[in-house]
């Protein structure tokens, strides 16, 4: 399997006129920064972390909310199967271009939309389902309602043996997952600036009934 490294190479092209990373991470921080949170995109190790458990092989949809400049993009693209499909959803439509003029790979997708919408986003690209989703999204910031709708509706569309992955700097953010999520697991990354909260929340094969997608 390539390396992190490689895949980074192989999926990111530089567009004349496209900011590096970094300078695009600033630039939005600085336009929201109660949306972006951080003023540095998160560590390797909190991305290592992070996806650890995921069964890879057994994944067919990833998909991300909140994906920035694409940090945890080359990593998930780097462990995927060939024929799997990672879907990044983002309301910065900055953040939406930047990676869709950086990242080529085929299995890529950069939606601009809500993640409360996931559940339609994910049918609309041929899918029943998604097997992981991935979050850093600042649950305590966003609008009223907003955060228990995306809860809802991700723990709806994952299927029965997947996780929520989030990763946080508010341990509030749990507040948001456990209606949804009784198994969930939790970690520190103390290798990050800010030290993260790391959550894996798991769906049981007897939530799956109660909780169908929905339209």
């Known amino acids: 399997m390539p390396s992190t490294t490689t895949t980074a190479r192989r999926a ?11 300078q695009m991470f600033f630039q939005q921080f600085l336009k929201h920064p109660v949306m972006v949170g951080s003023i540095v995109p998160s560590s390797d190790r909190l991305i290592r972390k ?10 067919k949809l990833f998909v991300e909310y909140g994906p920035g400049v694409g940090t945890f ?7 995927m199967t060939p024929d799997a499909q990672l879907i ?3 309301t910065n439509a900055d953040f939406i271009r930047y990676l869709r ?12 939309g809500s993640a409360a919408d996931v559940e339609r986003i994910v049918r609309d690209h041929g ?10 999204l600042p649950f305590s910031t966003l609008p009223p309602g907003v955060g228990p709708a995306i809860a809802a ?18 341990p509030r953010v749990r507040l948001f997952i456990a209606p949804h999520f009784t198994d969930i697991d939790h970690e520190m990354e103390w290798w990050n600036v800010p030290p993260a909260q790391l959550y894996w929340g798991w769906k049981t094969k007897g939530a799956a009934a109660a909780t169908p997608m929905q339209g």
């Open 12 to 22: 990111r092209t530089r567009t004349p006129g496209v900011p590096t990373p970094w």
């Open 50 to 59: 992070m996806l650890g458990p995921v069964d890879w092989a057994n994944t």
């Open 73 to 79: 993009c080359p990593a998930i693209l780097d462990r």
């Open 88 to 90: 990044v959803i983002d």
């Open 101 to 112: 003029h950086t990242i080529t790979d085929p299995r890529f997708v950069a939606v601009h």
């Open 127 to 136: 899918h029943d389902h998604a097997d992981y989703v991935l979050s850093g």
């Open 153 to 170: 509706a991700t723990q709806r569309v994952i299927r029965p043996g997947g996780a929520f992955l989030v990763y946080q700097y508010s």
